[in-house]
């Protein structure tokens, strides 16, 4: 790998950790398109739950991971929200990294034995 490749990754993850790490935190609460397209229809409390109305939102179920380490954009057990999320971001970007490097890795090395 060249010395200006290994540069300009290290700047793409530099970049990628403070957009997790920092800016995900500010990213907004209000419902994305597909949670606003699944509520149409539908009348809400002040809590968010249904009270009427015929919308895809009301045979939402618990997601199969919700449970997960990693759920709803934080770390379970971590208390302050604020740090909850920008650990998950961080270690979502390395993971995502890891994975990417090491089939990459893989490619290379078949394409060198061929």
């Not at 793409?12 to 397209?37: E, K």
Request: aromatic share 8%; proline share 2%.
């Amino acid at each position: 790998m060249s010395k200006r490749l290994g540069w300009f990754l290290a700047g793409g993850l530099l970049v990628a950790l403070l957009l997790a790490g920092v800016v995900s935190n500010f990213a907004s609460s209000s419902p994305d398109g597909l949670d606003y397209a699944a509520r149409e229809g539908c009348t809400f409390n002040a809590d968010g739950e249904i009270t009427g109305g015929t919308c895809m939102a009301q045979r939402e179920g618990e997601h199969q991971l919700g449970g997960s380490p990693l759920a709803d954009y934080g770390i379970r057990g971590v208390g302050n929200s604020f740090l909850s999320t920008a650990l998950a971001g961080t270690a979502g970007v390395l993971i995502t990294f890891g994975v990417g490097a090491g089939l990459f890795w893989v490619a290379r090395r078949r394409r060198q034995d061929a």
